[in-house]
């Protein structure tokens, strides 16, 4: 069976990357190790978004610490709104702007990348977006009829499209780096970023400005959970966004209770190269013509479950890490393995909606394999036990959590997305993994493997993995030398 000793304390198709879309293998992996393990908890923070605090469950918003009611400053909202009823009023708006994302400790830069964004929108959802990081790119696209999101020279997303821009900022289906609301509402026609912008806050100002962008407003403001922002506009007939500072570092700390060396700082700039409301923009904008032999798919989802399931998962056929946590309740739990049950392992967390939507699922699939040699741990991975526990309340849950509170249980198991499924036969080895949650297909899927695991037999050869790792290896090593003769005869 599997071995969990209980200390007393003494005191499938939807899916939700965490890493960053900037360079292929996510931002915070490549900075030093020092802050490698920031990597869950900002994708956490980034896959919540900013300004959808107020939509998040109420079992989040009780794990904040709330303070009084803030009243924006009048002055502040007299410097805002002249830009906010121009982008409201605005029928067309393009934008350039330039994402300059940076980790530091004091004066040492530990990792810096930029981006570059190219926007042009038309009311109330025509969309034309160009996204690059590093070596990756992203094309949107909406002609108001069709949603196209183009991934890479050979994959394409065609969904139904955004009612307007602020559904679409709501939902947003793929992540532009960290924190790309504010960005999204100040480049968007239609929008009102006075609405968004200044709700939540618990600081704001307009700063005295007498450095050499005296022509220029200044707003700062903070809020709750820990973000600091820094707004600075200009003074012209028709105000315009001139850059746009978001410090993250405190939110990071408080959100995950991370130890971070001192003066260790998350900084996001948004420089507006571009900006232009009310101009002229082509309909051949927002057109979309897909590369030749690109596949379609019908979702983000969908896409994302076959780029995680293309590849094996890297402990397909291996041991399983054992791990060593704790229950919300405080209780240790160190997970063994032997030869007489099956673990089935979930990560989640409240903010990743296809988790919410996968957690039932798992709860009934759990209680149907109740005594049968099937045990089933729900694995919260980077938030705060108030908000867990007052969500599995809030929803009826019975599954037995464990918490990961610094993402390194997750990390042990290479979970870069959730929802994430491990199963782990009776041998101790990972037989199948998971990315992402089908309603209509996941159950089914888990209960037949489940079942066959629990009459001893093996779902992944480990053998299998290693020659399919080979073949693909010998693949790519032939294409140049094929590619190479090919050149030669012509």
Same mark, same amino acid.
Request: proline share 7%; glycine share 4%.
């Given at each position: 069976m599997i071995e969990a000793t209980l200390t007393p304390s003494k005191t499938f198709k939807n899916t939700v990357l965490l890493v960053f879309l900037l360079g292929s293998d996510g931002l915070v992996m490549r900075l030093r190790p020092i802050v490698a393990s920031l990597a869950l908890a900002l994708a956490a923070l980034n896959a919540g978004g900013w300004f959808d605090w107020a939509a998040k469950s109420s079992a989040q918003e009780t794990s904040l610490q709330q303070p009084p009611t803030f009243e924006t400053?009048? +002055?502040? =909202? +007299? !410097?805002?709104? #002249?830009? +906010? =009823?121009?982008?409201? %009023?605005?029928?067309?708006?393009?934008?350039?702007?330039k994402l300059t994302v940076t980790s530091a400790v004091g004066d040492e830069v530990l990792g810096k990348n930029e981006g570059l964004l190219q926007l042009a929108s038309i009311t109330p959802n025509k969309l034309a977006l160009a996204a690059k990081f590093d070596s990756d790119a992203i094309r949107f696209a909406c002609n108001g009829e069709k949603l196209f999101i183009q991934l890479s020279p050979t994959a394409y997303v065609e969904s139904e499209p955004p009612k307007d821009f602020q559904s679409l900022i709501a939902a947003m289906p793929i992540q532009l780096g960290p924190q790309p609301e504010p960005m999204l509402w100040l480049c968007l026609a239609g929008l009102n970023p006075l609405d968004s912008m200044l709700q939540g806050l618990s600081s704001a100002e307009v700063v005295d400005n007498a450095g050499p %962008?005296? =022509?220029?407003?200044?707003?700062? !403001?903070?809020? #709750?959970?820990?973000?600091?922002?820094?707004?600075?506009?200009?003074?012209?007939? =028709?105000?315009?966004?001139?850059?746009?500072?978001? %410090?993250?570092? %405190?939110m990071i700390t408080q959100a995950n209770n991370m130890q971070l060396p001192a003066g260790y700082s998350f900084k996001i700039h948004y420089n507006f190269e571009r900006w232009e409301v009310d101009t002229e923009l082509s309909k051949e904008l927002f057109q979309f013509n897909p590369p030749k032999d690109a596949e379609r798919f019908e979702s983000m989802s969908e896409f994302l479950l076959k780029k995680n399931n293309s590849a094996p998962h890297p402990l397909l056929g291996k041991p399983a890490p054992v791990f060593t946590t704790k229950t919300p309740a405080g209780d240790e739990v160190k997970v063994l393995y032997d030869s007489e049950e099956v673990l089935v392992l979930d990560f989640w967390a409240t903010w990743c909606a296809p988790c919410v939507e996968s957690l039932p699922e798992m709860s009934q699939l759990a209680e149907s394999y109740k005594d049968r040699g099937v045990r089933f741990f729900a694995i919260n991975v980077s938030e705060e036990i108030p908000a867990i526990e007052s969500f599995l309340k809030e929803r009826k849950l019975s599954l037995p959590v464990l918490l990961d509170p610094? @993402?390194?249980?997750? @990390?042990?198991?290479?979970?870069?997305?959730? #929802?994430?499924?491990?199963?782990? @036969?009776?041998s101790g080895r990972v037989e199948a993994v998971h990315v992402g949650f089908d309603p209509q297909e996941s159950a089914e899927i888990l209960a037949g493997e489940i079942d066959t695991l629990l009459a001893g037999r093996r779902i992944y050869e480990a053998k299998e993995i290693e020659e399919q790792a080979t073949e693909e290896q010998a693949t790519e090593e032939q294409a140049p030398e094929e590619k190479a003769r090919e050149e030669k005869k012509s």
């Open positions: 400053p009048a +002055a502040v =909202k +007299a !410097a805002f709104e #002249p830009l +906010a =009823k121009t982008i409201s %009023d605005a029928k067309s708006l393009r934008a350039t702007v %962008d005296a =022509k220029n407003t200044i707003i700062r !403001a903070s809020r #709750p959970e820990g973000i600091r922002w820094e707004l600075t506009l200009s003074q012209e007939a =028709k105000p315009r966004p001139v850059s746009l500072a978001i %410090d993250i570092t %405190d610094q @993402g390194e249980i997750a @990390g042990a198991f290479s979970a870069s997305a959730i #929802p994430l499924t491990v199963l782990i @036969g009776k």
